[in-house]
């Protein structure tokens, strides 16, 4: 079965709303606070519902200086 992609459905509002009961406008204001919890989610839990225990710190601006 093939997957549906949002962007399958923005250029056709009436079948965005039929499949999702909401309208673009009501669908793109849920989109950041539902990316927020699910980013805050994901750094304590894996895919497969496991707590991560081993999280590794990288400060990207020392990496970079130390590539120079």
Do not use: I, K, Y
Request: aromatic share 12%; proline share 6%.
């Amino acid at each position: 079965m093939a997957g549906l992609r949002f962007t399958d459905l923005q250029s056709r509002p009436m079948e965005f709303l039929d499949f999702t009961s909401l309208t673009l406008d009501e669908f793109q204001q849920l989109v950041p606070p539902f990316e927020t919890a699910f980013h805050a989610r994901m750094a304590a839990w894996r895919m497969d519902g496991q707590p991560r225990t081993a999280r590794r710190s990288l400060n990207l601006s020392e990496f970079v200086d130390g590539c120079s």
